[in-house]
């Protein structure tokens, strides 16, 4: 529902436009993404419906306690400012790359947001294609 392009400041803040803003409230979740290079962004309550939904995942399971790490063991709840903007911790920004001054997209997709280095999602952009004919019905958790 929207792109936007924004600077790390020297504190690891980005700022997040009104839009984004308005819809998602006060309160997020940052955490490593599905996709290796950015991060997403949930409202707390998308956050709180993949926590339930990964919860009732087999915890024998390799692959799930795997997702389980990466998505709900890296995230950290940010409270927007009064600028607007969230404070993500510099081990999450080094997972992909992102350091005080780079450019960053904020892709905003309704109930979450991805956070991407801006060469990174320039790249990822000029090679899209085949993906968006892919067939997704066949995963049952939903949200990510």
Same mark, same amino acid.
């Given at each position: 529902?929207?792109?936007?392009?924004?600077?790390?400041?020297?504190?690891?803040?980005?700022?997040?436009?009104?839009?984004?803003?308005?819809?998602?409230?006060?309160?997020?979740?940052?955490?490593?993404?599905?996709?290796?290079?950015?991060?997403?962004?949930?409202?707390?309550?998308?956050?709180?419906?993949?926590?339930?939904?990964?919860? %009732?995942?087999?915890?024998?399971?390799p692959v799930v306690r795997?997702? $389980? =790490?990466?998505?709900? *063991?890296? +995230?950290?709840?940010? @409270?927007?400012?009064?600028?607007?903007?969230?404070s993500v911790t510099d081990?999450?920004?080094?997972?992909?790359?992102?350091?005080?001054?780079?450019?960053?997209?904020?892709?905003?997709?309704?109930? %979450?947001?991805?956070?991407?280095?801006?060469?990174?999602?320039?790249? $990822? =952009?000029?090679?899209? *294609?085949? +993906?968006?004919?892919? @067939?997704?019905?066949?995963?049952?958790?939903?949200?990510?």
């Amino acid at each position: 529902m929207g792109r936007y392009r924004h600077t790390v400041d020297a504190k690891g803040r980005i700022f997040l436009p009104a839009k984004v803003r308005e819809e998602i409230g006060t309160s997020v979740y940052v955490t490593k993404s599905l996709d290796p290079e950015c991060l997403s962004g949930y409202t707390s309550q998308q956050f709180m419906d993949i926590r339930t939904q990964l919860s %009732k995942l087999p915890g024998t399971d390799p692959v799930v306690r795997e997702m $389980k =790490r990466q998505v709900l *063991g890296e +995230a950290i709840g940010c @409270d927007l400012d009064a600028q607007g903007r969230i404070s993500v911790t510099d081990e999450l920004w080094s997972q992909v790359g992102i350091r005080p001054g780079d450019e960053i997209y904020i892709v905003y997709l309704y109930e %979450k947001f991805e956070i991407w280095p801006a060469a990174a999602y320039d790249a $990822k =952009r000029a090679d899209r *294609g085949s +993906a968006l004919s892919e @067939d997704l019905s066949r995963y049952a958790v939903t949200g990510v």
